[in-house]
T-cell receptor, first 110, second 111 residues
């Protein structure tokens, strides 16, 4: 059974600081790893998808890395803003199934 | 809108009621999913349909019954639910091994 762990569970930073969110997974045969954002009571918004053959993906202030050998992915958010406050979820895909971590809840203080 | 639409957004039902959740996607994806999100717990995969065939039933109680009449629509039929079934139910779609897109969810409360 695939297991996905996200540490820390919660994070509070002042505006402007860079964010580092960690995700670890046990399945070495993943197809891809996806990062999502979830606002309270809402659905998930896809942020970045890293295919298993890739090492990183970038979109604006977001950068995600993938190290399959160590079973780790990291999401970096540069120059955080209050609007970045949300829960961030990582999910590893094996065939058609996504297995999720419990998420990291981020608060960016103005 | 993400391309995946769920209705209703909120639902309150009694334990003896029968209701259905609806999900619709117009992204041309060939796989659709139901997930359950309870407070303080990771998303739990409930059902997966690939090319309209159910390929995963993750030990979900029979009071939840999925239906996938075509590649664009997915339903979750609910009957005789329990209060612990109260949760956010999320629908998602994807093309195999590519980016998954989620709907906004249905907040279900069982009273």
């Amino acid at each position: 059974k695939q297991e996905v762990t996200q540490i820390p569970a919660a994070l509070s930073v002042p505006e402007g600081e860079n964010l580092v969110l960690n995700c670890s997974f046990t399945d070495s045969a993943i197809y891809n790893l996806q990062w999502f954002r979830q606002d309270p009571g809402k659905g998930l918004t896809s942020l970045l998808l890293i295919q298993s053959s890739q090492r990183e993906q970038t979109s604006g202030r977001l950068n995600a890395s993938l190290d399959k050998s160590s079973g780790r992915s990291t999401l970096y958010i540069a120059a955080s803003q209050p609007g970045d406050s949300a829960t961030y979820l990582c999910a590893e895909a094996n065939d058609y199934k996504l297995s999720f971590g419990a998420g990291t809840t981020v608060t960016v203080r103005a | 809108e993400t391309g995946v639409t769920q209705t209703p957004r909120h639902l309150v039902m009694g334990m003896t009621n029968k209701k259905s959740l609806k999900c619709e996607q117009h992204l041309g994806h060939n796989a659709m999913y139901w997930y359950k999100q309870s407070a303080k717990k990771p998303l739990e995969l409930m059902f997966v349909y690939s090319l309209e065939e159910r390929v995963e039933n993750n030990s979900v109680p029979s009071r939840f019954s999925p239906e996938c009449p075509n590649s664009s629509h997915l339903f979750l039929h609910l009957h005789t639910l329990q209060p612990e079934d109260s949760a956010l139910y999320l629908c998602a779609s994807s093309q195999a091994n590519t980016e998954a897109f989620f709907g906004q969810g249905t907040r279900l409360t069982v009273v």
